[in-house]
C-alpha cells in the first residue's frame, strides 16, 4: 500500500505533467527517469513523455510494496514536481 503523504504527491506529480506542454515535458524528462531508475535500482527504458506518469506509478507503487515507502518518496515527489515550473 502506498503511504497517504507518498500517494498525495504522486497524484500531484500526475496531474501537472498533464499540464505541461509537451515540449517542456520532454525536457525534464530526464528527472523522471532518474528518480524511477532509482526507485527500481535499474536503469529503465524510456516509454516517453506520454505514459512517463503510469510508469511512474507503477514504480512507485512496486517501491512501496513490503516495509513501506522508500526514505522521503513524498519530498522527492514534491522536488521533483516543482522542478517543473
Given amino acids: 500500500m502506498i ?7 504522486l497524484g500531484r506529480a500526475v496531474r501537472r505533467w498533464h499540464q505541461l506542454p509537451l515540449a517542456r515535458a520532454a525536457d525534464v524528462l530526464v528527472g523522471v527517469h532518474a ?12 516509454l516517453g513523455p506520454a505514459v512517463a506518469m503510469d510508469q511512474l506509478r507503477v514504480v512507485v507503487f512496486d517501491a512501496c510494496r513490503g516495509e513501506g515507502s522508500p526514505p522521503h518518496l513524498a519530498q522527492r515527489l514534491a522536488d521533483l514536481r516543482l522542478s517543473w515550473s
Avoid at 3 to 9: I, N, R, S, Y
Avoid at 35 to 46: Q, T
Fill in 3 to 9: 503511504p497517504d503523504d507518498v500517494a498525495t504527491e
Fill in 35 to 46: 528518480l524511477m531508475s532509482d526507485l527500481a535500482g535499474e536503469p529503465l527504458p524510456d
